[in-house]
């Protein structure tokens, strides 16, 4: 099968489109013909190995694993003999967790893993956009126990994570004032946003406004900046924390009666369940930018790269 694969660190162009082995399913795995994945920032962490961190758990010198995509849509084409929630033919989609391996015509995957029946009613390309930001915006917004009413600031929100966090957050009846640049105003209050901050002529910092909860998608500004907008008790969300925003974390939430939420995200079928039923309610539609061929992965890790797209960037296998 054909697959986009990586042997070294470095430059988006590392990545070289080889012939490699068509997995074959374990007893208890679908094996998904793959039609979407999603180049996603922790797909161009891992390639870069920035932070360098990065290798100690996923090489010191090379990549332990060759082929990234933790995010896929396809249909299932064959399984073994233990499986039983699915059947050939099935439309799924998932997330890979720390197996990756979805820039590939074929991923092999556990039947009970972060994979469901894709929502009925998008296309392909859209049930791979839904996983990566999806999951990680509802992890942090349940670990806050968002309620409704409360006054919630999403910072990026027009990412992959803040373009969820956006409609997940709207979804359970908070206030929500997405900010953005200009350009991408119009889509965060397409996405249900109640007011949006434009970040090139606004800082929110500095407006005077309280928030129950912040959500800083992007770590863009100083923490010790943006807990001041933060009311009595209320929870800062990090998803793009390092190390030292995690410190300065755990300094806030001992001494203060604030909150900051950090940490990585693990993925549960659940998750991607809850997700499915919001998109079928019509509560949360996932955003796409650009869409490449695989043999353009290159050129995809290199727009994401930047920091600027809108939602998610698809690659259609
Ligand atoms: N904790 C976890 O386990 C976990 C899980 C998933 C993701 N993450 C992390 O979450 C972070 C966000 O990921 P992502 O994929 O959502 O990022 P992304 O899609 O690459 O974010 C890009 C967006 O950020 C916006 N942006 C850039 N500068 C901004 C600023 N100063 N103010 C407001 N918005 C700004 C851009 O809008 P403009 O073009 O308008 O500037 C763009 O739409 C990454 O660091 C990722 O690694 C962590």
């Not at 991607?272 to 290159?298: C, H, M, N, S, W």
Request: aromatic share 8%; net charge positive; hydrophobic share 45%.
């Amino acid at each position: 099968m054909k697959a986009a694969v990586y042997v070294q660190y470095g430059q988006p162009e590392v990545f070289q489109i080889k012939d490699v082995e068509k997995p074959t399913p374990a007893n208890n795995e679908i094996l998904v013909r793959v039609s979407a994945t999603a180049v996603n920032s922790g797909d161009v962490r891992l390639r870069k190995a920035d932070p360098f961190a990065v290798r100690f758990i996923f090489g010191l010198i090379k990549p332990k694993v060759n082929i990234l995509g933790s995010v896929f849509s396809g249909e299932v084409e064959s399984m073994g003999k233990d499986v039983k929630k699915f059947k050939v033919g099935d439309f799924v989609f998932g997330h890979t967790d720390m197996r990756f391996g979805a820039y590939a015509e074929y991923k092999s995957f556990p039947e009970d893993g972060s994979v469901a029946l894709k929502p009925a009613d998008i296309t392909l390309a859209e049930a791979a956009a839904i996983p990566f930001g999806g999951v990680a915006a509802l992890h942090f917004i349940k670990k806050a126990n968002i309620q409704p009413g409360q006054k919630v600031l999403i910072v990026g929100a027009s990412g992959a994570v803040g373009s969820a966090a956006v409609q997940i957050a709207k979804s359970f009846g908070a206030d929500i004032t997405g900010v953005c640049s200009t350009v991408n105003m119009a889509l965060v209050k397409s996405l249900g946003a109640d007011k949006v901050i434009d970040y090139t002529k606004d800082d929110f910092t500095k407006n005077g406004e309280i928030y129950d909860v912040i959500f800083d998608t992007v770590k863009v500004i100083s923490v010790s900046r943006s807990v001041k907008s933060l009311s009595k008790n209320g929870i800062m969300i990090l998803s793009a924390a390092g190390m030292s925003e995690m410190m300065q974390g755990l300094w806030i939430s001992k001494t203060s009666n604030k909150k900051v939420l950090t940490g990585v995200i693990s993925h549960t079928e659940a998750d991607i369940l809850f997700l499915k039923e919001l998109i079928e309610a019509g509560k949360f539609k996932p955003v796409i930018d650009r869409t490449y061929p695989l043999e353009q992965i290159a050129e995809a890790h290199a727009y994401v790269e930047k920091g600027h797209k809108r939602g998610n960037i698809i690659i259609n296998i």
